[in-house]
């Protein structure tokens, strides 16, 4: 099976400007997460959908973060305006049931400058 | 207070040498927990499930010690593709499945 995707791989963009991440799960999986890995730190925990129902948002920074997942499919991940603090990987994950480790994408490795 | 806590190395070995990672979690109510491999500039992929019974897969071997809270990695005869940064991975009981990552720790094994 396909893994999930995530487009683009790098992103550099300047400072006040905005950038949409874009990630395609596994078909049939009903979970996705978002995480976000800044230099030197953990991977952390963004938010998690159940198809399209955000059932978890509580690692989302700041709202000039907005995901979405329209139909249940694919998700996007906006950041509006980028500052420099929002430089990182940004990986995505799905998985089939909500009790197992699951699948990341490559990440999207974003630059703020 | 993190988490998860792990030594982030570097941990550098001869191959066929053995290798154990340690890995502390501060929360009992810890429900799940994994071992992720990270090879550089690449996303994390699962390495194993570790469990109460402990759990073996082929040279790898992991543990999980609640009541000390700390899941261990150990990796037999390295070989120099084992070079990575190793994940430890909890999820919390009332926090569904989302992770808690460790920093990681990296591993060279040298010819």
């Known amino acids: 099976e396909a893994g999930v995707t995530q487009f683009p791989s790098h992103s550099v963009i300047e400072k006040g400007q905005t950038v949409t991440l874009r990630c395609d799960p596994i078909?049939?999986?009903?979970?996705l997460y978002w995480y976000r890995r800044v230099m030197g730190k953990e991977i952390k925990f963004l938010l998690h959908?159940?198809?399209?129902?955000?059932?978890?948002e509580s690692g989302m920074p700041n709202n000039r973060f907005l995901a979405e997942r329209t139909g249940g499919t694919y998700s996007t991940l906006k950041v509006q305006p980028a500052e420099l603090e929002d430089s990182g990987v940004y990986f995505c994950?799905?998985?089939?049931?909500?009790?197992?480790?699951?699948?990341f994408g490559s990440g999207t490795r974003l630059t703020v400058v | 207070r993190k988490e998860v806590e792990q030594d982030p190395g570097p941990f550098n070995v001869p191959e066929g040498a053995t290798v154990a990672f340690n890995c502390t979690y501060s929360?009992?109510?810890?429900?799940?927990f994994f071992w992720y491999r990270q090879d550089c500039r690449k996303e994390p992929k699962l390495l194993m499930s570790?469990?109460?019974s402990g759990n073996e897969d082929g040279r790898f071997t992991a543990q999980l010690n609640r009541a000390s809270q700390y899941i261990s990695l150990l990796i037999r005869d390295s070989k120099l593709s084992d070079s990575a940064t190793y994940l430890c991975?909890?999820?919390?009981?009332?926090?569904?499945?989302?992770?808690?990552f460790g920093t990681g720790t990296s591993l060279t094994v040298i010819p």
């Open positions: 078909s049939g999986h009903d979970n």
């Open positions: 959908f159940v198809k399209e129902s955000k059932q978890d």
């Open positions: 991975v909890v999820t919390l009981m009332n926090t569904g499945n989302q992770f808690y």
């Open positions: 570790v469990y109460s």
């Open positions: 994950a799905s998985s089939r049931t909500d009790n197992y480790g699951y699948t």
């Open positions: 929360n009992s109510a810890s429900q799940s």
